[in-house]
């Protein structure tokens, strides 16, 4: 993998939103809607990537005694680009339970592909959710046909405890004042009810990956996900940083009350080194909304 920084040393943040508007998607390409109908799953095509979400939302997860919607953290993806010698570079994140790990691990290896992380997003949460970073090259229909045996593994394993009820998970709407949310992290974010979430690209940063770009969409980015009310809110949340902004980030983290849940990478052979730190928190979501502004701040200026 190749990674260039910009000369001007500037941190250049772009917003990825979740969800864009049909005007912004373009054409999905012939070769990426066979991919789609290998997989059985939508996606859409922007940026030069197409890009596959894999929502958990079969699961039932508790965080710090709160349950927590599918939206707030347990989203996965699958990302395809062009690489080298006209070949896909896929990379992806999938969401496991632990009971899933060893058979989709065994899965991807079997059918040619690589795996390049396994961390955890939260802290004391139930069941315990993992991870798996997942990456490859060559035709995209071959990819599709590659990862599929995994991604027909995820569902199946149930944990221990999959009988006992879990709290109803109520789903307030409207009430995060999205605008001042906004306004403090500088950048404008997107609401999938009841869950406000901002992505932000480094766009300072040129990686590229056996040929690919790897930008916002193929997981070069930071974001903070936040649900509840203006006074009680939770947040969940990523940043992409260089080696040398990671002491600084997770200082800006605790200063502001945001516990660190993992620091880990997952672009194997890249310089420099790109580290991605989750965090979580509790509290008023104008603080936690700063607190994450405050890891922004950090980022391209070192």
């Not at 927590?68 to 690489?83: R, V």
């Not at 065994?106 to 139930?126: K, M, P, Q």
């Not at 070069?220 to 940083?241: C, E, I, K, N």
């Not at 672009?267 to 104008?286: C, D, K, N, V």
């Amino acid at each position: 993998m190749k990674v260039c920084v910009s000369l001007a040393g500037v941190l250049a943040l772009t917003v990825m939103l979740l969800q864009q508007s049909p005007g912004q998607q373009l054409a999905i390409p012939p070769e990426y809607r066979d991919v789609l109908a290998t997989l059985g799953l939508n996606g859409d095509y922007a940026d030069g990537v197409l890009k596959v979400t894999l929502t958990r939302t079969d699961l039932a997860v508790v965080v710090a005694g709160k349950r927590i919607p599918a939206a707030f953290g347990l989203d996965g993806w699958l990302a395809f680009a062009k690489g080298e010698r006209g070949m896909d570079v896929m990379m992806g994140d999938l969401v496991l339970l632990e009971d899933e790990v060893g058979p989709v691990i065994s899965a991807l290896l079997s059918n040619g592909l690589e795996v390049t992380a396994l961390h955890n997003h939260f802290l004391r949460e139930d069941p315990r959710i993992m991870f798996l970073h997942v990456h490859g090259m060559g035709a995209a229909a071959a990819l599709a046909r590659q990862v599929k045996p995994a991604l027909d593994l995820i569902g199946r394993a149930r944990p221990g405890d999959a009988a006992q009820p879990r709290p109803p998970l109520q789903l307030p709407r409207g009430n995060l004042n999205v605008d001042r949310l906004n306004k403090i992290i500088g950048f404008t974010g997107t609401v999938t009810p009841p869950v406000y979430k901002v992505v932000v690209g480094r766009t300072d940063l040129e990686v590229r990956d056996m040929g690919a770009l790897v930008n916002a969409r193929m997981g070069l980015s930071s974001w903070a996900a936040l649900f509840g009310t203006d006074d009680t809110a939770l947040v969940a949340g990523d940043v992409a940083m260089l080696e040398d902004e990671v002491t600084p980030v997770i200082s800006a983290l605790r200063s502001n009350g945001l516990e660190v849940a993992a620091i880990h990478h997952h672009m194997t052979g890249s310089r420099p080194m790109i580290i991605f730190l989750h965090f979580w928190g509790a509290g008023p979501a104008e603080s936690l909304a700063k607190g994450f502004r405050a890891a922004l701040d950090e980022l391209g200026k070192h």
